[in-house]
């Protein structure tokens, strides 16, 4: 069954809270956590502070920054009321989590300045992982967190890093915290959410492994699908989007999006790129819908914006699509989104191209 992330939020603050309980009376100030400059006070402080500013953005519907607060312990406060106070706030986040609805989106700054309620989920999981390592580095404690904790954060957060052998090795490499073999050391990171593009009356929603994993096989991938969706085309897309990210080629923005009707929420159908553009600048797309969204102009219209935003990156110069010669409603919604017919290598398929129209 598909989560919003509110089960993981929990999980990951009660082995916080059970580690970190257990050594309250020892030292947390003047020992720095791992290779961080805080210490590991400071460090539990803040895990608190990111719980209820993700709650926060969540809950405020938040567009254009942070929501305008912080908390501030009570003076005198102990180790043992920091570790209650990050109890508290990942018991606000899940609840957050648990009761915005899907389709909301909240202001995180990278990269495109969004997330929805999932990734605000594995955002709040991946802060307290990776500082409870770091408290746990400082205190010199044993620290292993459940690994589908880390699954969760790595196939929602981190889309552009192959999987390896294990989830929490491979996070602590991905954030410049461990060493992974036959692979270099990383120095600089950061975590990804999806990238969410909008027309008139759609949202282009950008898949992350985790639900094209689940879109791949009978699931629905966490989206709403009007009746008879999703269809094949989309499971067929889905699983190269899964392999993609298994072979560690998959990059999120030339992946494919799920297409969900502004009105009621509804996901109609899906779009996207085999895979990233060519030396020639050439990228290939592709489209499903749903047989009862069909006739509305959909396509078209996800088509014309995604292949604006394709023509708009340094890297394309040419969107091409590919059909068979018999699909005669396809072929018209290129025609309607500008594309030119041009000749074809397989005799069975018509190909289909649009250009960039770039000045100077």
């Known amino acids: 069954m598909w989560t919003t992330g509110a089960e993981q939020v929990e999980q990951a603050v009660a082995e916080c809270v059970s580690l970190l309980g257990a050594v309250t009376e020892r030292d947390w100030e ?10 590991c006070r400071e460090t539990a402080v803040h895990i608190a502070d990111d719980l209820i500013a993700y709650a926060g953005q969540l809950a405020g519907r938040e567009q254009d920054g942070y929501s305008p607060f912080d908390i501030a312990l009570e003076e005198g406060t102990d ?39 999932e990734g605000f989920a594995a955002m709040g999981v991946i802060e307290v992982l990776l500082h409870t390592h770091d408290i746990s580095e400082g205190l010199g404690l044993s620290y292993e967190p459940a690994p589908e904790l880390c699954d969760f954060v790595l ?32 120095t600089e990171w950061r975590w990804n959410n999806n990238l969410v593009i909008g027309t008139e009356r759609l949202t282009l929603e950008g898949v992350t492994p985790a639900a094209a994993t689940d879109l791949s096989t009978v699931g629905d991938g966490g989206f709403e699908w009007i009746e008879g969706g999703p269809v094949e085309g ?11 990210y298994e072979d560690g080629v998959h990059r999120p923005e030339w992946g ?37 969204a069909r006739g509305h102009g959909y396509a078209t219209e996800a088509l014309r914006t995604l ?46 191209e649009l250009r960039e129209s770039r000045e100077g």
């Open 30 to 39: 003047g020992v720095r956590a791992g290779r961080l400059e805080w210490s």
């Open 79 to 117: 180790n043992a009321g920091v570790v209650r106070v990050i109890g508290a706030m990942g018991a606000l986040l899940a609840a957050a989590v648990r009761t915005t609805p899907r389709d909301v989106r909240a202001f995180h700054p990278y990269p495109f300045r969004s997330a929805n309620r």
């Open 155 to 186: 196939t929602r957060l981190f889309p552009h890093v192959q999987p390896g052998p294990t989830p929490w090795p491979t996070l602590l490499w991905a954030t410049g915290r461990g060493d992974l073999p036959g692979r270099a050391p990383v």
């Open 234 to 244: 989309t499971r067929v897309g889905a699983g190269l989007v899964h392999k993609q």
């Open 256 to 292: 494919m999006y799920v297409l969900v009707r502004r009105e009621d929420g509804r996901a109609l159908g899906a779009m996207g790129f085999h895979g990233v553009p060519d030396e020639a600048g050439r990228v290939e797309i592709g489209y499903d819908l749903v047989e009862g």
């Open 307 to 352: 292949s604006a935003w394709a023509l708009d990156r340094d890297e394309a110069r040419t969107v091409v699509a590919v059909v068979e010669r018999g699909n005669l409603p396809s072929q018209k919604v290129l025609a309607r989104a500008g594309f030119t017919q041009v000749p074809a290598e397989d005799p069975e398929h018509l190909a289909y």
